[in-house]
Nanobody, 121 residues
């Protein structure tokens, strides 16, 4: 069974920083990609940043230059360093992992339960 576990959310003032962490646990063959999505009240879930094992990383235009995604492949962990936070970054942040459980099964997406990020003075 694959589990995606997030941590690191909280309340921060505008201009502040937070670091989110996400680890994939359980028994599986490989992880193809990991990343972060967010969903604000009344809005659709959107990509924040994601990276493949091969090193390709995509960022939403709204976070480029402020957020940095990094991966620890050995620890099955991904981090999202968020700097210069704005009130519009307030949302529930979800970690996503695209995992191949066994070599004979196609990849599936697994989601964490979400961690709240609130940017407010």
């Amino acid at each position: 069974q694959v589990q995606v576990v997030e941590s690191g959310g909280g309340l921060v003032q505008p201009g502040g920083s937070l670091r989110l962490s996400c680890v994939v646990r359980g028994s599986f063959f490989s992880i193809y990609a990991m990343g972060w999505y967010r969903q604000a009240p009344g809005k659709q879930r959107e990509l924040v940043a994601a990276a493949t094992t091969g090193g390709n990383t995509n960022y939403a235009d709204s976070v480029k230059g402020r957020f940095t995604l990094s991966r620890d492949l050995a620890e099955n962990t991904v981090y999202l360093q968020m700097n210069s936070l704005k009130p519009e970054d307030t949302a529930l942040y979800y970690c996503n992992a695209e995992v191949r459980v066994t070599i004979s099964i196609s990849r599936n997406n697994y989601w964490g339960q979400g961690t709240q990020v609130t940017v407010s003075s």
